[in-house]
């Protein structure tokens, strides 16, 4: 059981645009954490893909977008490509655990 | 090109010991948080220790005793000596750079894969 939750799977076609939620508590996000995502292609380790809840590491595309409200965060696609297939997991930091705690993942499907 | 490269996983039988290293490349290790992050096969990310940039170290519940992280400056390398290993053990060990306990792992190995089994 995983201290961040995340929906085991999300799909969607290529162009439109989907979100994976990351939900935690009073002690994570709630308390004003941020939240880290990572994209993990098939057989590769995982990749930075948002930090601090909103930015952006230079690289990646404008597509790929985070927010943050309350005790949840949302990782948004727009413009779904094949290639974003991947397991995507969200990550904050928890005060009664003093670490980095991490999401369940989720597995992105582009259809 | 700042990057990290892990070495040292393989087939070990349960009750073994296991040493990984994690070389750097780009950057000061005892500059950084330096972790271990470990994916079982088909299942999440797991953190499982760091070393602070001031030395203190820290570990999961689930490794505490039987793990050691450490450095060696003159070398710009992380370690992981793991004792007495579990099946449950068995996983892609990956390590991992931040900046504080707060901050994003912003740098990644490519892991190395550890199997306890008999």
């Known amino acids: 059981q995983s201290v961040l939750t995340q929906p085991p799977s999300v799909s969607g076609a290529p162009g439109q645009r989907v979100t994976i939620s990351c939900t935690g508590s009073?002690?994570?996000?709630?308390?004003?954490?941020?939240v880290h995502w990572y994209q993990q292609l098939p057989g590769t380790a995982p990749k930075l893909l948002i930090y601090g809840n909103s930015n952006r590491p230079s690289g990646v595309p404008d597509r790929f977008s985070g927010s943050k409200s309350g005790t949840s965060a949302s990782l948004a696609i727009t413009g779904l490509q094949a290639e974003d297939e991947a397991d995507y997991y969200c990550?904050?930091?928890?005060?009664?655990?003093?670490?980095?705690?991490f999401g369940g993942g989720t597995k992105l499907t582009v259809l | 090109e700042v990057q990290l490269v892990e070495s040292g996983g393989g087939l070990i039988q349960p009750g073994g010991s296991l040493r990984l290293s994690c070389a750097a490349s780009?950057?000061?290790?005892?500059?950084?948080?330096m972790s271990w992050v470990r994916q079982a096969p088909g299942k999440g990310l797991e953190w499982v220790s760091v070393?602070?940039?001031?030395?203190?170290?820290y570990y999961a519940d689930s490794v505490k005793g039987r793990f050691t992280i450490s450095r060696d400056n003159s070398k710009n390398t992380l370690y992981l000596q793991m004792n007495s290993l579990r099946a449950e053990d068995t996983a892609v060990y990956y390590c991992?750079?931040?900046?504080?306990?707060?901050?994003?792992?912003?740098?990644w190995g490519q892991g190395t894969m550890v199997t306890v089994s008999s």
């Open positions: 070393i602070y940039s001031g030395g203190s170290t």
């Open positions: 780009g950057f000061t290790v005892s500059s950084n948080y």
């Open positions: 990550q904050s930091y928890d005060s009664s655990l003093s670490e980095g705690v």
């Open positions: 991992a750079r931040r900046k504080s306990t707060r901050d994003a792992f912003d740098i």
């Open positions: 009073s002690s994570n996000i709630g308390a004003g954490y941020d």
